[in-house]
């Protein structure tokens, strides 16, 4: 028997490391586009978060002096000439309080009272209230000197933080030299304070800016959530529960459905103008109510609330219903006792998602009136009240200097808003996730 000897062939061998060098080189090709998606992946993160930082900062730097105030300790001789204890309202407290500070500072003012009137500019129009409200529920005090605590006037206050200084020229700033000379002098007196503006979140809104404040919209933007949700959320979930579970398949829901998405495309403010057509002109609701902008807002959210709740559904596994509807489970218990709970995290992340879109919402709230100045506090639906977006519009679009920064501090406090309204939909989903 004779041994065959083999000889290897040389062309295979390279052939084959030709293969497995491929073979790296591409693996190594693959792991290096992997790699440069993470970074961009990593890079785009980035950038979004420069940009929130960004974003944050800015309304942070403007808005945060919005956050303090300045107040005057002014003592106010009530004089019995000058005071009517039957109508105190009518008394010139503001002048009784310029004249007499300067009196304490030995200026001695002219006979037209020029001086008295620059220093009544320091002084805000709240000091003629506390003191009228005084003098109504304490009528002994007529004769005696009373020390009064008034937030100083808009101009007055931005210049103790910072924002005017005696280095901009005269006719670019609304204080006298004489009038920061004032100032400098009482804040050396010790009268003048620095405290945490309550103002801010106890009162509604005011042309006067440093008596403004966003309770009135807050409560107003609250209300009209109110509204939304009680109209949009069942309606919205019904229609998608019908649409998914019980509705037969055929051309008119594929038209519905086409519809619904295309509304949830439709641009705000064309809700607008069909909120202002249909419920103020048609149905004569009252304008700028927290009614009309719920129901403004609810239909501007049921689409979104709709399709949510669809996906919510259809993520549900077939085998739920299989195994429900075997059991001789009917449709409709099928669906609200096995199929809805298990969908409910989803539907309830939409419903507030899309709550907290409405809420950011302004071009339908100026459409139906939201636009004009509406004092005081709305204490039922139908009273005329603002939000904390056309709040901001307003307070954007003003003259006086003071409003710019309560502009930031107010979209700080919409933002605030948001960020309880989402932090809700994800707790919600989370227990609801753990008890099903």
Same mark, same amino acid.
């Given at each position: 028997?004779?041994?065959?000897?083999?000889?290897?062939? +040389?062309?295979?061998?390279?052939?084959?490391?030709?293969?497995?060098?491929?073979?790296?080189?591409?693996?190594?090709?693959?792991?290096?586009?992997?790699?440069?998606?993470?970074?961009?992946?990593?890079?785009?993160?980035?950038?979004?978060?420069?940009?929130?930082?960004?974003? &944050?900062?800015?309304?942070?730097? /403007?808005?945060?002096?919005?956050?303090?105030?300045?107040?005057?300790?002014?003592?106010?001789?009530?004089?019995?000439?000058?005071?009517?204890?039957?109508?105190?309202?009518?008394?010139?407290?503001?002048?009784?309080?310029?004249? /007499?500070?300067?009196?304490?500072?030995?200026?001695?003012?002219?006979?037209?009272?020029?001086?008295?009137?620059?220093?009544?500019?320091?002084?805000?129009?709240?000091?003629?209230?506390? %003191?009228?409200?005084?003098?109504?529920?304490?009528?002994?005090?007529?004769?005696? =000197?009373?020390?009064?605590?008034?937030?100083?006037? *808009? *101009?007055? *206050?931005?210049?103790?933080?910072?924002?005017?200084?005696?280095?901009?020229?005269?006719?670019?700033?609304?204080?006298?030299?004489? /009038?920061?000379?004032?100032?400098?002098?009482?804040?050396?007196?010790?009268?003048?304070?620095?405290?945490?503006?309550?103002?801010?979140? =106890?009162?509604?809104?005011?042309?006067?800016?440093?008596?403004?404040?966003?309770?009135?919209?807050?409560? $107003?933007?609250?209300?009209?959530?109110?509204? =939304? %949700?009680?109209?949009?959320?069942?309606?919205?979930?019904?229609?998608?529960?019908?649409?998914?579970?019980?509705?037969?398949?055929?051309?008119?829901? *594929?038209?519905?459905?086409?519809?619904?998405?295309?509304?949830?495309?439709?641009?705000?403010?064309?809700?607008?103008?069909?909120? &202002?057509?249909?419920?103020?002109?048609?149905?004569?609701?009252?304008?700028?109510? +927290?009614?009309?902008?719920?129901? !403004?807002?609810?239909?501007?959210?049921? +689409?979104?609330?709709?399709?949510?709740?669809?996906?919510?559904?259809?993520?549900? #596994?077939?085998?739920?219903?299989?195994?429900?509807?075997?059991?001789?489970?009917?449709?409709? /218990? =099928?669906?609200?006792?096995?199929?809805?709970?298990?969908?409910?995290?989803?539907?309830?992340?939409?419903?507030?998602?899309?709550?907290?879109?409405?809420?950011?919402?302004?071009?339908?709230?100026?459409?139906?009136?939201? !636009?004009?100045?509406?004092? $005081?506090? +709305?204490?039922?639906?139908?009273? #005329?009240?603002?939000?904390?977006?056309?709040?901001?519009?307003?307070?954007?679009?003003?003259?006086?200097?003071?409003?710019?920064?309560?502009?930031?501090?107010?979209?700080?406090?919409?933002?605030?808003?948001?960020?309880?309204?989402?932090?809700?939909?994800?707790?919600?989903?989370?227990?609801?996730?753990?008890?099903?």
């Amino acid at each position: 028997m004779t041994d065959a000897t083999v000889t290897p062939d +040389p062309s295979a061998g390279a052939a084959s490391s030709l293969r497995i060098d491929r073979l790296r080189a591409g693996l190594k090709r693959r792991y290096a586009r992997e790699r440069r998606f993470k970074l961009y992946g990593l890079l785009a993160i980035g950038v979004a978060v420069g940009f929130l930082l960004l974003l &944050l900062g800015r309304l942070i730097e /403007q808005g945060h002096t919005a956050f303090y105030a300045h107040t005057m300790t002014v003592p106010v001789y009530m004089d019995p000439a000058r005071i009517d204890p039957a109508y105190p309202q009518g008394t010139n407290f503001e002048l009784l309080a310029a004249e /007499q500070a300067l009196a304490r500072l030995g200026v001695t003012d002219d006979a037209e009272g020029t001086q008295a009137t620059e220093m009544r500019g320091l002084f805000s129009s709240e000091l003629k209230f506390v %003191a009228a409200e005084l003098i109504q529920a304490q009528p002994e005090l007529i004769g005696q =000197t009373v020390s009064i605590d008034a937030p100083l006037a *808009d *101009d007055a *206050d931005l210049y103790f933080k910072g924002e005017i200084s005696l280095n901009t020229p005269a006719t670019q700033r609304r204080l006298s030299d004489q /009038q920061i000379a004032w100032l400098d002098q009482m804040q050396a007196n010790g009268r003048i304070e620095s405290h945490f503006n309550s103002a801010l979140f =106890t009162k509604g809104d005011s042309t006067e800016p440093e008596l403004a404040g966003v309770l009135g919209a807050v409560i $107003g933007s609250a209300l009209m959530l109110l509204v =939304t %949700a009680l109209i949009a959320i069942p309606l919205g979930v019904g229609a998608a529960l019908y649409l998914e579970e019980f509705a037969p398949k055929g051309r008119i829901t *594929d038209m519905i459905e086409v519809n619904i998405n295309n509304l949830a495309a439709v641009p705000s403010i064309i809700y607008g103008l069909l909120g &202002l057509a249909l419920f103020i002109n048609w149905m004569h609701l009252p304008r700028a109510s +927290p009614l009309v902008g719920g129901l !403004v807002l609810a239909l501007m959210a049921l +689409p979104t609330i709709i399709i949510a709740t669809r996906s919510s559904l259809k993520a549900v #596994p077939p085998s739920i219903r299989e195994a429900a509807l075997a059991m001789g489970a009917s449709r409709t /218990q =099928t669906v609200f006792q096995h199929t809805l709970p298990l969908a409910m995290p989803g539907v309830m992340t939409g419903a507030i998602i899309s709550m907290a879109h409405a809420l950011g919402e302004t071009a339908p709230l100026l459409l139906i009136g939201m !636009v004009s100045f509406v004092p $005081g506090i +709305p204490h039922a639906l139908t009273e #005329p009240t603002g939000a904390l977006p056309s709040l901001v519009y307003i307070w954007e679009n003003a003259s006086e200097r003071a409003f710019h920064e309560r502009t930031a501090a107010a979209i700080l406090v919409l933002l605030s808003f948001m960020v309880v309204m989402n932090a809700a939909a994800v707790i919600l989903r989370r227990r609801f996730e753990r008890r099903w």
